[in-house]
Structure formats: structure tokens, C-alpha cells
T-cell receptor
Framework: DAKTTQPTSMDCAEGRAANLPCNHSTISGNEYVYWYRQIHSQGPQYIIHGLKNNETNEMASLIITEDRKSSTLILPHATLRDTAVYYCIVRVAGSSNTGKLIFGQGTTLQVKP | KAGVTQTPRYLIKTRGQQVTLSCSPISGHRSVSWYQQTPGQGLQFLFEYFSETQRNKGNFPGRFSGRQFSNSRSEMNVSTLELGDSALYLC?????????????FGQGTRLTVV
């Protein structure tokens, strides 16, 4: 299974962009990169996903390098409510075409006033 | 549209007992996955169901089982509970099993085994 590596923790000033990096050097060609976040004791919340092109939605942008070995999640204007654990996940391809999510330890993002 | 609903939200059981947790996916979603979250192991995949069939299974003992009904609702069962089974159990639903579709999580069931 493709594995992801993220920094354990990061700080960001409120109103500034938060850039969360992720390494996934063993990713396969047909595996997607997903980002979720989890606020304490709640279920993980979907943020964004992509295959090889950069993606943007109302929450964030996802930048994937050309070799697909790393990606960056960008929260353009972080607020205190963005304080959470952010998980970078490679959605695993399987022989039966399932797509289980393999969670790592994630990055704890602390947004400070 | 209602989100993923998990019941009960909190549960306390005694060692050796069994427990059944329920998950109602988002309307129209046919895939349901289950995850266990503990402070020591983080979020771990348990199993995935699609159209009443188990499509994938994580590395958990046979005491952990699940099923999916024709209306896509799913249940998971843990028999002979151990203290280490204390965890947050999360259910996620997706429209299909495609890798290009997001999974939406419920708020989880907090199980405490005493």
C-alpha cells in the first residue's frame, strides 16, 4: 500500500495561507491523493482529492507535483476553525476495484490569532 | 440531504459481551466502509461493503464482522469484547466503490469496554 509522510505539526497565523505538505513517493499511476481533516472527536471531513492535475474547490487547493511523489494542500485564508488534524491519504487500488483509505498520523495544524 | 448517521453515539460494554453498531449511509450511496480510531493506532480500515457484499477487509481478528442490507444500511458486530476494543468507530459512505469519489464520514460511535 502506498504510504504518505506528513509533518507532525504546523502553525499558521489566522488570515494567512496554510500550506500542508505530503510525500507519497510510492504512489501508483492510478491512485488518487485525498485530503481529509478531523476536528477533535468528530468524523473526518472530506476536503479535496486529485490524480495528477491541480484541483481547487471552495475549501482548498491541491497542488500535485508532476512526478506525483508529493502534494501540497493549501488553505488560502486560514481561520481558527481550521485548527484540526489534516490527513493526506492515497486511495488504494485493489483487484476488486475497491478504494479503502489508509490514514497516516496526519499533521496537526494550529491556527493562531 | 441527510449525512451519514451512526447509532448509538456512545456505548459502554463489559468485557466478553458483544456489540452491534449501525450506520445509515447518505441516501443513494451504496458503499459503506468502517474504520476504528484509537489514540495508539490512529484510524484503521476495518471493512468495506458494496451491494451487500464485503469488498475489502482490514487486518482485524474474526471477532469483528459486518454486513450490509439491501437498503445499503450497514451494521458491524464485535464479539467477545476486549478492553482494547475501546475506540471511536467510524462509518463512511460513498456513491460507488470508485477511487474517484469522496467518502463521507459519520460522527462515529464511541465504544468503551470496561
Amino acid at each position: 500500500d502506498a504510504k504518505t509522510t506528513q509533518p507532525t505539526s504546523m502553525d499558521c497565523a489566522e488570515g494567512r495561507a496554510a500550506n500542508l505538505p505530503c510525500n507519497h513517493s510510492t504512489i501508483s499511476g492510478n491512485e488518487y491523493v485525498y485530503w481529509y481533516r478531523q476536528i477533535h472527536s468528530q468524523g473526518p471531513q472530506y476536503i479535496i482529492h486529485g490524480l495528477k492535475n491541480n484541483e481547487t474547490n471552495e475549501m482548498a487547493s491541491l497542488i500535485i507535483t508532476e512526478d506525483r511523489k508529493s502534494s501540497t494542500l493549501i488553505l488560502p485564508h486560514a481561520t481558527l476553525r481550521d485548527t484540526a488534524v489534516y490527513y493526506c491519504i492515497v486511495r488504494v487500488a485493489g483487484s476488486s476495484n475497491t478504494g479503502k483509505l489508509i490514514f497516516g498520523q496526519g499533521t496537526t495544524l494550529q491556527v493562531k490569532p | 440531504k441527510a449525512g451519514v448517521t451512526q447509532t448509538p453515539r456512545y456505548l459502554i460494554k463489559t468485557r466478553g459481551q458483544q456489540v452491534t453498531l449501525s450506520c445509515s449511509p447518505i441516501s443513494g450511496h451504496r458503499s459503506v466502509s468502517w474504520y476504528q480510531q484509537t489514540p495508539g493506532q490512529g484510524l484503521q480500515f476495518l471493512f468495506e461493503y458494496f451491494s451487500e457484499t464485503q469488498r475489502n477487509k482490514g487486518n482485524f481478528p474474526g471477532r469483528f464482522s459486518g454486513r450490509q442490507f439491501s437498503n445499503s444500511r450497514s451494521e458491524m458486530n464485535v464479539s467477545t469484547l476486549e478492553l482494547g476494543d475501546s475506540a471511536l468507530y467510524l462509518c463512511a459512505s460513498s456513491p460507488t466503490v470508485s477511487m474517484n469519489t469522496e467518502a463521507f464520514f459519520g460522527q462515529g460511535t464511541r465504544l468503551t469496554v470496561v
